[in-house]
């Protein structure tokens, strides 16, 4: 089974600024994806951005960006210009191609600061 | 709005009861995903159905199960409730292939008294 370790239990950004969330992962499998979804105060679970570990492209989605480092098992968002709404719990996971068990980390709690 | 409706939005109950939360997947979406929600265990995989069958089990109790409709609907029953089963409870909703996303709905919270 996959594991994923956030290391940042907080963090806090300007308004405009840009910031990076970090996560690291652990599994077995040759095939899998890599997720970042967003949860507001109002608890809904947002997809953020998604990456394909065969791709070595990394994603991006409007301001959101992924640095993606398949050997060091690292997947990093990085939010630019960040917006008041972006204040969130941010949740990395993981979900093998075999295996429909996706593993969220602990989470981000990210404020952005007016 | 993700398109996955779950009910009720919140409920509240007491120690051995059960209780029953409802979940509508995507229009076309076959998969339906459960998930836990709690503050000393994070985020929890539960169990998936897909198409009607169970496909995937995560780390659901025994005293917890559920059941994928003709329509593909899903009900998660949880019984015996003790103050520990006290969390956010998602549902979630893909096409059903392992490359789908998966899509949240609003979530149950649920209170054991």
């Known amino acids: 089974a996959q594991t994923v370790t956030q290391s940042q239990p907080e963090m806090s950004v300007q308004e405009a600024e840009t910031v990076t969330l970090s996560c690291t992962y652990d599994?077995?499998?040759?095939?899998?994806?890599l997720f970042w979804y967003k949860q507001p105060p109002s608890r809904q679970m947002i997809l953020v951005i998604r990456q394909e570990a065969y791709k070595q492209q990394n994603a991006t989605e409007n301001r959101f960006s992924v640095n993606f480092q398949k050997a060091a098992k690292s997947f990093s968002l990085k939010i630019s210009d960040s917006q008041l709404g972006d204040t969130a719990m941010y949740f990395c996971?993981?979900?093998?191609?075999?295996?429909?068990?996706?593993?969220f980390g602990a989470g981000t709690r990210l404020t952005v600061k007016p | 709005d993700s398109g996955v409706t779950q009910t009720p939005k919140h409920l509240i109950t007491a120690t051995g009861q059960r209780v029953t939360l409802r979940c509508s997947p995507r229009?076309?979406?076959?998969?339906v995903y459960w998930y836990q929600q709690s503050l000393d265990q994070g985020l929890q995989f539960l169990i998936q159905y897909y198409n009607g069958e169970e496909r995937a089990k995560g780390n659901i109790l025994e005293r917890f199960s559920a059941q994928q409709f003709p329509d593909l609907h899903s009900e998660l029953n949880l019984s015996s409730l003790e103050l520990g089963d006290s969390a956010l409870y998602f549902c979630?909703?893909?096409?059903?292939?392992?490359?789908?996303?998966?899509?949240f709905g609003p979530g149950t919270r649920l209170t054991v008294l």
């Open positions: 599994t077995s499998e040759s095939n899998y994806y």
């Open positions: 979630a909703s893909s096409y059903g292939d392992p490359q789908d996303t998966q899509y």
């Open positions: 229009s076309g979406d076959l998969s």
């Open positions: 996971a993981c979900r093998s191609y075999n295996n429909n068990d996706m593993r």
